[in-house]
């Protein structure tokens, strides 16, 4: 078992390829590694866009911070119930300020009395989520590991460098979400395990492996192409979600930025849809876990390999009728006999065809195989078997031999001498 301990799958990589200084050195780079954010304890809300005036740029800015409260809180609830932000029940400011821990600031735009931005909300777990219904409702994936792959410039890269794509899942919330995501950092042997280029290798045997050493049941490989019209202008990027070892398409969707300047906002927004693909091919049963990733079973035994070949070939043979003769001094004996040949395998039905108490009855068994084997099998379960004229005759087999006689002295060795007179 690799479970939790990635090391030793990458000592022995180093072992087999040979390259260990290579790997080691690429290894130490510092321009890696992006630990997920831990959001267990928070509720978060994102893309709460505000247009707000007031007398003053603080007084507006307020005002717009309140109103992403109100807004926030309204689509928390309503993402738990199913329903309309509409139908939201109204909560005060003053509560509210009690249930947010903070503001995130996306974009904003201040003026002299006007507050245009897009925020964020986080709400405190343990205080919001009796108020929305949500306190351990939510349905969940078995953990899934994420394979971020960002391609531009012609360089496809997943964790090997830091990123704006691997950045944006590392500061993903998660504890909103129907995935629950194995995200690696890059740091360690991450880089060798999760990247690119692996995303493609098709080996079971090695996603067993990857999978059994972050603790996860099943990959999941978020992917985007970036492109710009030309240095720092507008950029598209094109999203495609996959899944399983073999890169199954879940979906995928485009997002362009006509400002082109930080790729940052432009990868939020990509997450944000992409864990909504994932969550609906998690409802819509799709992220079914391929049975080649499970582990392959132990090796039967040999003895187990031959009795399944020849009840294999047993089945596969047509049913020919027999006759046996059987000696039956008394009912008791014709009945054992009829049990003895039922239990046979391959006998499908045994009828007495003429009976006769004290004397030899006659009994058809129907039995899936020839007559060898049919008398090779009543051998087997204690019967002596005699071939005549295409009947079997069946008598029981003889019990154990009597002791061999002594063997008599050699007349020419000399006499014994006669024991002594008695007194």
Do not use: C
């Given at each position: 078992m690799l479970r939790r301990r990635p090391f030793a799958l990458f000592a022995a990589m180093i072992a087999i390829t040979g390259f260990g200084s290579a790997l080691v050195a690429q290894l130490e780079s510092g321009d890696r590694g992006i630990l997920p954010l831990d959001s267990s304890g928070v509720l978060e809300v994102t893309s709460i866009h505000v247009d707000v005036a007031g007398e003053t740029a603080e007084q507006a800015r307020y005002a717009g911070w309140r109103q992403a409260q109100r807004i926030g809180f309204k689509l928390l609830w309503a993402k738990a119930h199913g329903a309309s932000p509409d139908q939201a029940p109204a909560v005060d400011d003053a509560t509210l300020d009690g249930l947010v821990s903070s503001i995130s600031v996306e974009k904003e735009q201040i003026g002299p009395g006007r507050y245009i931005a897009d925020l964020g909300v986080l709400f405190d777990r343990s205080k919001t989520a009796g108020l929305v219904d949500m306190a351990g409702d939510l349905r969940r994936s078995d953990p899934l590991l994420l394979v971020p792959i960002m391609l531009t410039d012609g360089t496809m890269t997943s964790v090997e460098t830091r990123n704006a794509w691997q950045r944006a899942w590392a500061g993903f919330r998660t504890s909103t979400s129907a995935i629950d995501y194995v995200r690696p950092s890059g740091l360690g042997a991450d880089p060798l395990l999760v990247n690119a280029a692996l995303a493609d290798r098709p080996g079971?045997?090695?996603?067993?492996?990857?999978?059994?050493?972050?603790?996860?049941?099943?990959?999941?490989?978020?992917?985007?192409?970036?492109?710009?019209?030309?240095?720092?202008?507008?950029?598209?990027?094109?999203?495609?979600?996959?899944?399983?070892?073999?890169?199954?398409?879940?979906?995928?969707?485009?997002?362009?930025?006509?400002?082109?300047?930080?790729?940052?906002?432009?990868?939020?927004?990509?997450?944000?849809?992409?864990?909504?693909?994932?969550?609906?091919?998690?409802?819509?049963?799709?992220?079914?876990?391929?049975?080649?990733?499970?582990?392959?079973?132990?090796?039967?035994?040999?003895?187990?390999?031959?009795?399944?070949?020849?009840?294999?070939?047993?089945?596969?043979?047509?049913?020919?009728?027999?006759?046996?003769?059987?000696?039956?001094?008394?009912?008791?004996?014709?009945?054992?006999?009829?049990?003895?040949?039922?239990?046979?395998?391959?006998?499908?039905?045994?009828?007495?065809?003429?009976?006769?108490?004290?004397?030899?009855?006659?009994?058809?068994?129907?039995?899936?195989?020839?007559?060898?084997?049919?008398?090779?099998?009543?051998?087997?379960?204690?019967?002596?078997?005699?071939?005549?004229?295409?009947q079997l005759r069946l008598s029981r087999a003889a019990g154990p031999r009597p002791a061999p006689a002594p063997l008599r002295a050699d007349p020419l060795a000399p006499a014994a001498a006669p024991p002594p007179p008695r007194p």
């Open positions: 079971r045997a090695w996603w067993r492996n990857v999978l059994d050493t972050y603790g996860a049941s099943d990959i999941l490989v978020a992917q985007v192409q970036v492109r710009r019209l030309y240095p720092g202008g507008p950029a598209s990027a094109h999203f495609i979600a996959r899944h399983g070892a073999d890169g199954e398409v879940i979906g995928s969707f485009d997002i362009h930025d006509r400002d082109g300047g930080d790729l940052q906002p432009l990868m939020n927004k990509g997450v944000q849809q992409m864990d909504q693909l994932f969550s609906a091919a998690l409802n819509d049963g799709r992220l079914r876990r391929d049975p080649s990733l499970n582990p392959p079973p132990p090796p039967t035994p040999p003895e187990e390999i031959v009795a399944d070949e020849a009840a294999t070939a047993i089945d596969s043979t047509p049913a020919q009728a027999y006759q046996l003769l059987v000696s039956t001094p008394d009912a008791a004996a014709l009945s054992a006999a009829v049990s003895s040949v039922r239990g046979v395998a391959g006998v499908d039905a045994v009828s007495e065809s003429s009976v006769a108490i004290g004397g030899t009855s006659s009994i058809v068994a129907s039995y899936h195989g020839d007559v060898s084997a049919l008398r090779a099998a009543l051998m087997a379960r204690g019967w002596s078997v005699d071939y005549e004229g295409g």
